[in-house]
Nanobody, 125 residues
Framework: QVQLVESGGGLVQAGGSLRLSCAAS????????MGWFRQAPGKEREFVAYIIWSGSSTYYADSVKGRFTISRDNAKNTVYLQMNSLKPEDTAVYYC??????????????????WGQGTQVTVSS
C-alpha cells in the first residue's frame, strides 16, 4: 500500500511558477513509476507527466512540454513537478499517482493504482 500526499499548489499569475511535491509512504516507492495528472472543472482527468522508477526517463503531455519538469528523490520518497510559464489553462486540481507496473504506457489513469488527494493550482490572467 502506498499513500500519497501532494502539496505546493496555490494561486499564481500567468507567467509565474509553482513547484508541486508529492510525498509517498512505503518502502517500495523507488520501484514505482510516478505520474502527475490534472483535472479542471467539468473535464476529465488528464495526463501531465511521468517519471520511471530510476528517474532516468520522463515523458510529458504536449501541452506542458518545455514548461513543466518532473523529478524524483527516492531517498526522500518524493516526486516533484516544477511548473514554469504557467497559463490560465493550467488551472486544475493536480494529482500525483503511483504505478507498480513494470511495463505500461503510464499515460492513462488506469495504469496507476494509488492516488493522492490533489492540490489546487489556479493561474490568473
Amino acid at each position: 500500500q502506498v499513500q500519497l500526499v501532494e502539496s505546493g499548489g496555490g494561486l499564481v499569475q500567468a507567467g509565474g511558477s509553482l513547484r508541486l511535491s508529492c510525498a509517498a509512504s512505503g518502502r517500495t516507492f523507488s520501484s514505482y513509476c510516478m505520474g502527475w495528472f490534472r483535472q479542471a472543472p467539468g473535464k476529465e482527468r488528464e495526463f501531465v507527466a511521468y517519471i520511471i522508477w530510476s528517474g532516468s526517463s520522463t515523458y510529458y503531455a504536449d501541452s506542458v512540454k518545455g514548461r513543466f519538469t518532473i523529478s524524483r528523490d527516492n531517498a526522500k520518497n518524493t516526486v516533484y513537478l516544477q511548473m514554469n510559464s504557467l497559463k490560465p489553462e493550467d488551472t486544475a486540481v493536480y494529482y500525483c499517482a503511483a504505478s507498480p507496473k513494470l511495463y505500461a504506457a503510464f499515460k492513462y489513469v488506469y495504469d496507476y493504482n494509488y492516488w493522492g488527494q490533489g492540490t489546487q493550482v489556479t493561474v490568473s490572467s
